[in-house]
Every structure is written in C-alpha cells, then in structure tokens.
C-alpha cells in the first residue's frame, strides 16, 4: 500500500473507529477517579452544596481558579453534549479554604503556568455530525476543544480547534518560552491530542502568544504504526537547529517497510521528507 493512501486509510480509521460504542459514560476523558488538583476551564463556574444542578449555590469560581478534587461523585450530568461526573471538591475563597461540589465538565485537563501567565486547555462541547458510509447513516463524535491565557485571573484571548472523539483521549500542553526566535512573541503554546493506540495519529495544534493574541501556527500530525510505518511533522523554529531567521519551518518525515533486509538482516525502509516555510512577520 502506497504510503500516502495508507496514512489517509489510518486517518480516516480514527474518525470511524470512534464513531460508535459513544452512548456510554464518556470516563476514557473525565474518568478521573483519585484526588488531583485541577483547573477550571470555563469562564465561571458554579460550587453547589451537593452534586446537582438544582443545589443550593455556595461560591462561583472563575477561570484558572484551583480545585483539589476529593472525589467523583456516581451522578452525572450531560451539558454541552458532555456527559461528565460530579466532583467534590477543596477550594479556596477569599483566603478561606471550603469545600463542595463541582461539575467536572468544566475543569480544563491541562494547565501550564509561566507567572503571571497560566494557559488552561479543555473540552467545552461535544458534538455530533451524521454521514453517509456506504449507504448508511455513521454518526461521527467531535471534541471542540479550547484553549486560554489567564493572567491575574482574567482570560486575555482564548482559541478553540476541533478534534475526532477518540474514547482514551491523552492531552498535553508543552510551552517554548521566548517563542523559540519568534519576533514579538512571548510564548509558543502546543496542544497535544492522542489516542495512545498504535497506528492512530496524534494531532499538535500550537499558538504563538504576543501578550495580547494567539496566534494559530501550522498544526502537525504524527503517527507510528509498530514497526511497519512512521509519520512525522514539526515545526521548526528560528532558534531550532536547522531554523531560519523570521520563518517557521514545517518538516514532514516519513517512512514504511519495504518487506526487504539489508545485509545485517535488518528491515528496509522506504524513506521520504518535505519541507515548507511560513514567514513570520510577527
């Protein structure tokens, strides 16, 4: 199977696969089960007295703010197309630490700080679009994930992307302080969404971050798939070696076993790069 064709089936996979079996508990993504410090994603949120929607109001806490999770409550609640349990929760109120309950839907799964800056990244709607596959009516999960810069308990800018619904869904926020050579920008912000199962793509959605926007950069994809195939894309930076003054470098590397050995007996790969640059006038 030609490289290219087998990346697009692989790709296309990741959206199919994770197109049924999404009536359940949706826990591969709030299945957070042992005490954890989270961070609210949503521009407000609401601490009641017990896990329901209808309780007594006890304090709103606003985007940024810090949790201690004490544990997932058995109730859930659907909003947003996310059904999510209940949390109970430590959190702290004008130097007083109290207790209660929040609904976890809106805390962020990841939260990088770099004072005064913190950038919080999370899910703020799930939803659904129906397409026909051979005849019959597939309905397809999306995530519309979001990410902002909070300084001082104030969201600055905030950005939002969406993402095939994988069901084990693995995050990560990685952060290149002096915007890696950037002209005029602070910080350069990645999102990193997998599905941690081989042969399935991991998506890197970045943002540059001028102190006052952000900045959507080219997203990159990577997949590896055992030892039959490897898809790479980066971006290089000014400062990165191989980096170019005022220019982002996208590098796509790529490679498949051709089924042959060399003369130490080792397999032999089919080898192939591209390479596009994007200039940066800051």
């Not at 869904?169 to 912000?189: F, P, Y």
Request: charged letters at 25%; glycine letters at 10%.
């Amino acid at each position: 199977m030609h490289f290219s064709y087998r990346l697009g089936f692989i790709l296309l996979n990741l959206i199919s696969l994770y197109s049924f079996g999404q009536s359940g508990k949706d826990y591969g993504l709030w299945g957070r089960t042992e005490p954890d410090k989270q961070y609210v994603l949503s521009d407000t949120l609401i601490v009641r007295q017990a896990p329901d929607a209808g309780s007594l109001r006890l304090d709103t806490l606003f985007a940024g703010d810090l949790v201690e999770v004490i544990r997932k409550e058995e109730k859930d609640l659907l909003l947003k197309g996310i059904l999510a349990p209940w949390f109970q929760v430590n959190y702290g109120k004008a130097g007083i630490k109290k207790q209660g309950y929040v609904w976890s839907g809106n805390l962020a799964f990841n939260m990088l700080s770099a004072p005064p800056m913190r950038y919080v990244m999370g899910v703020e709607l799930v939803y659904t679009k129906d397409t026909l596959v051979d005849g019959s009516t597939v309905t397809h999960y999306y995530h519309q994930i979001r990410l902002k810069v909070i300084e001082n308990g104030v969201v600055r800018d905030s950005r939002s992307f969406t993402a095939a619904n994988p069901q084990y869904l693995a995050t990560m926020l990685d952060r290149r302080g002096n915007g890696g050579g950037l002209k005029n920008v602070k910080d350069v912000i990645s999102c990193r969404l997998s599905s941690e199962v081989s042969g399935m793509p991991s998506f890197t959605h970045s943002f540059a971050w001028d102190g006052k926007r952000l900045k959507e950069l080219p997203r990159t994809i990577n997949v590896v798939d055992g030892d039959a195939l490897w898809y790479t894309e980066k971006l290089i930076m000014p400062n990165d070696k191989g980096g170019s003054p005022a220019t982002i470098t996208w590098l796509m590397e790529q490679g498949q076993m051709t089924g042959k050995k060399d003369k130490k007996g080792q397999p032999v790969y089919k080898t192939d790069s591209k390479m596009k640059k994007y200039p940066w006038n800051g």
